[in-house]
């Protein structure tokens, strides 16, 4: 092909694309640029793939360092390295090399308005030795989350117990970190909250010595699914051995402290030693459930866990109450919750 012909079709690309490009670093999408850009990359591309043929050999020259002494000779080794290095590093997402793509990012989400929203999860893998599929619940923190107590399980069909997926530590065992305050210095103690998660306790069906379903000094079925409280947003990652014929439903209760409100005062309930007693207590703890029909052939299921219920105020028992008319602010603990299966 004619070398100046094509030289003018390389600068008249290269115009066009810095031109777009710059646009669409500075200004939300627009179908128009994008296309320009994308058509004019393509034509780039040809023309690029012509002039390295009728230049193969400097190009070679240049590559292999021939003629050239010392650093030079390494020269084109060098850049290609340093390329490949970049390119690793923002396909990876690494901070600083970002920069320049989040910058743009957040100038064009404040022309439309627009928020980005980040996907900094914790991520809590339980290993087990057993499970024909991979489950995991997703949960992104709402605006009153302050890192509740939770629990996971799976039932049958029906509403039978089968299995904890993940519970937090501090129910599990019973051992608070800041359990009792001793001359001013918090230390762990033994504490029972039954006020807790109620729900999951009672399902669990294992009684105490001291007459309470909460778990007491360890569990031998909880030991490998017990962990520390999320601080933040979390996916919970474990296995489960499903009948592929069968339906299931797994269940997720969520209990926040000291979060009262104009239903569930401290003075609410004055003659529950519970309730009334500890102080930690505020709203009751929320469930959601998500159901598992018969998986069959399906690669992947996701499922929005909904609200359906909360528990005793106390604890007393392991009703499920749908009415959450009075819950205010502790349905802002999970801004959404996602039941995926594998």
């Given at each position: 092909?004619?070398?100046?012909?094509?030289?003018?079709?390389?600068?008249?690309?290269?115009?066009?694309?810095?031109?777009?490009?710059?646009?669409?670093y500075?200004?939300?999408?627009?179908?128009?640029?994008?296309?320009?850009?994308?058509?004019?990359?393509?034509?780039?591309?040809?023309?690029?793939?012509?002039?390295?043929?009728?230049?193969?050999?400097?190009?070679k020259?240049?590559?292999?360092?021939?003629?050239?002494?010392?650093?030079?000779?390494?020269?084109?080794?060098?850049?290609?390295s340093?390329?490949?290095?970049?390119?690793?590093?923002?396909?990876?997402?690494?901070?600083?090399?970002?920069?320049?793509?989040?910058?743009?990012?957040e100038?064009?989400?404040?022309?439309?308005?627009?928020?980005?929203?980040?996907?900094?999860?914790?991520?809590?893998?339980?290993e087990?030795?057993?499970?024909?599929?991979?489950?995991?619940?997703?949960?992104?923190?709402?605006?009153?989350?302050?890192y509740?107590?939770?629990?996971?399980?799976?039932?049958?069909?029906i509403?039978n117990?089968?299995?904890?997926?993940?519970?937090?530590?501090?129910i599990?065992?019973?051992?608070?970190?800041?359990?009792?305050k001793?001359?001013?210095?918090?230390?762990?103690?033994?504490?029972r909250?039954?006020?807790?998660?109620?729900?999951?306790?009672?399902?669990?069906?294992?009684?105490?010595?001291?007459?309470l379903?909460?778990?007491?000094?360890?569990?031998?079925d909880l030991?490998?699914?017990?962990?520390?409280?999320?601080?933040?947003?979390?996916?919970?990652?474990?296995?489960?051995?499903?009948?592929?014929?069968?339906?299931?439903?797994?269940?997720?209760?969520?209990?926040?402290?000291?979060?009262?409100?104009?239903?569930?005062?401290?003075?609410?309930?004055?003659?529950?030693?519970?309730y009334?007693?500890?102080?930690?207590?505020?709203?009751?703890?929320?469930?959601?459930?998500?159901?598992?029909?018969?998986?069959?052939?399906?690669?992947?299921?996701?499922?929005?866990?909904?609200?359906?219920?909360?528990?005793?105020?106390?604890g007393?028992?392991?009703?499920?109450?749908?009415?959450?008319?009075?819950?205010?602010?502790?349905?802002?603990?999970?801004?959404?919750?996602?039941?995926?299966?594998?």
């Open positions: 092909m004619d070398r100046r012909l094509l030289g003018n079709v390389l600068i008249i690309t290269v115009l066009v694309l810095s031109g777009s490009g710059i646009m669409m500075l200004m939300p999408f627009e179908k128009n640029i994008a296309s320009l850009h994308t058509v004019f990359a393509l034509l780039f591309i040809v023309a690029m793939i012509l002039h390295i043929v009728n230049n193969k050999l400097p190009l020259n240049y590559i292999t360092g021939k003629r050239q002494k010392g650093l030079k000779k390494w020269q084109a080794p060098l850049v290609f340093i390329v490949v290095l970049m390119a690793f590093g923002l396909y990876l997402d690494i901070p600083v090399l970002n920069t320049i793509y989040s910058t743009g990012n100038l064009r989400n404040k022309q439309v308005g627009k928020t980005e929203e980040t996907r900094d999860y914790q991520i809590i893998s339980i087990k030795p057993f499970g024909n599929h991979k489950l995991s619940v997703e949960l992104k923190k709402g605006d009153a989350f302050q509740p107590l939770f629990a996971i399980w799976l039932e049958d069909s509403g117990y089968l299995e904890t997926l993940y519970v937090s530590r501090v599990s065992s019973s051992i608070f970190d800041y359990g009792k001793t001359d001013e210095i918090w230390e762990s103690a033994l504490v909250r039954p006020e807790a998660l109620p729900y999951w306790s009672h399902k669990r069906g294992i009684e105490a010595a001291d007459g379903f909460v778990p007491l000094n360890g569990a031998l030991d490998a699914v017990s962990g520390a409280t999320p601080t933040g947003s979390f996916a919970v990652k474990s296995q489960v051995d499903l009948d592929e014929n069968a339906r299931y439903r797994v269940l997720i209760e969520l209990n926040q402290s000291y979060d009262w409100n104009e239903y569930y005062t401290k003075d609410s309930y004055p003659n529950d030693k519970v009334s007693g500890s102080g930690q207590v505020g709203q009751p703890s929320l469930i959601y459930g998500a159901e598992i029909e018969k998986i069959g052939n399906t690669n992947t299921i996701h499922k929005i866990m909904s609200l359906i219920g909360h528990g005793h105020h106390s007393e028992n392991g009703n499920l109450y749908p009415d959450v008319s009075n819950i205010t602010s502790a349905k802002k603990i999970a801004n959404r919750i996602i039941l995926t299966l594998e």
